[in-house]
């Protein structure tokens, strides 16, 4: 399984306690401030991940970061020196006396429940975050410039407080991460967007569109979402991750008796997760339904849990599409009942061998117990906003390959 995917356990339950409204300013919705866009590359498969480029300090130096909506800390694999580095000394942070101390308390959102840290006040301030697949990144929180262009044209150079990974573990079952570091897009307080909030630069807003075609852009700010055609439903609060629900799910637009369902929306996961039960379900009903097309099960590859070839190699996954149904998230919370289609391109995938293979995994395998989480396969195509002053979950189709005229 080339599956990378980003939950923060323990470093989210210390933020549930900080009360929203003390930590970000109210903006009224026609105020003035711009929005920043990256260029992301990346895909589902064979890569794994979506990335962005950050440029940090003064010069600045270009990092890669897999993007991950599932935990809040940004970090970049540093030379201090490193252990448990995967790119080049060249390709890592250099630290230069820009520590955050413990006084800072920005660091106090980094608390553990289990772990006292920062007894002194002038210490620098330790971090370790582990994500749901066992990987984990230990190091100090530093300060440095980032230098962004606006969209409204102006340049901006605002510190901000990021981790320098010294430290990394990864687990046997996946592979290191190909980029320097994680760009944490959670709404905690450490995460980069709550910091730009905090200094005024954009709205408390973050989106991405993943093309299924590989790339897409990230952005900071309300200015590219469409103001009409977006469907939304509510994020639940208070919660670390960007959860929804409950929500029922359909197959083939048929009720599947799967209901108060929770979803997590997740960038750090290359792939989607269900609760065993869900999981059991969907998959009784794809193979169900598979029965009566001429794909076969494909035990010897071993891509993904579940396989199927067909009478000859597939090249891509439009050419299976239409053996397929769609699976319907029925958002059954709120005034107005709402609902996020993934059609069969959203959950499949082809693999090297040409056979097509599932991309909803049982989460349960992976320590997730009960959670559901929706990865970038089921969030491409669509432009996703998470919209942390409404909290309120967006989505509208679009191909990703042009930003929308703003
Ligand atoms: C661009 O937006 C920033 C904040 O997002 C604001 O401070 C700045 O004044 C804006 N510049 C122009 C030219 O509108
Ligand atoms: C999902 O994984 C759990 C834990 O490994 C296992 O007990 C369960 O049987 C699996 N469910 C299915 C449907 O494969
Ligand atoms: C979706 O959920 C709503 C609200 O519970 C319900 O009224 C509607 O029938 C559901 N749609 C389908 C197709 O099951």
Redesign the pocket.
Known sequence: MNSRFALVLFLFFVIVPLSKSSIFKPFSPKSPLSSIVFPISGNVFPLGYYSVLLRIGNPPKAFQFDIDTGSDLTWVQCNAPCSGCTVLPPLQYKPKSNTVPCSNPICSSLHWPNKPHCPNPKEQCDYDVEYADQGSSMGALVTDTFPFTLLNGTILQPPLAFGCGYDQSFSNAHPPPATAGVLGLGKGRISVLSQLVSAGVTRNIVGHCLSSKGGGYLFFGDSLIPSTGVTWTPLLSPDNHYTTGPA?L?FN?K?TGLKGLKLIFDTGSSYTYFNSKTYQTVVKLIENDVKSTPLKVAKDDKTLPICWKGPKPFKSVLEVKNLFKTL?I???NGRK?T?LQIPPESYLIVSKTGHVCLGLLNGSEVGLQDSNVIGDISMQGLMMIYDNEKQQLGWVASDCKKLPKS
């Open positions: 029922e359909l637009a009720p319907t029925n958002f059954t009942n609902q």
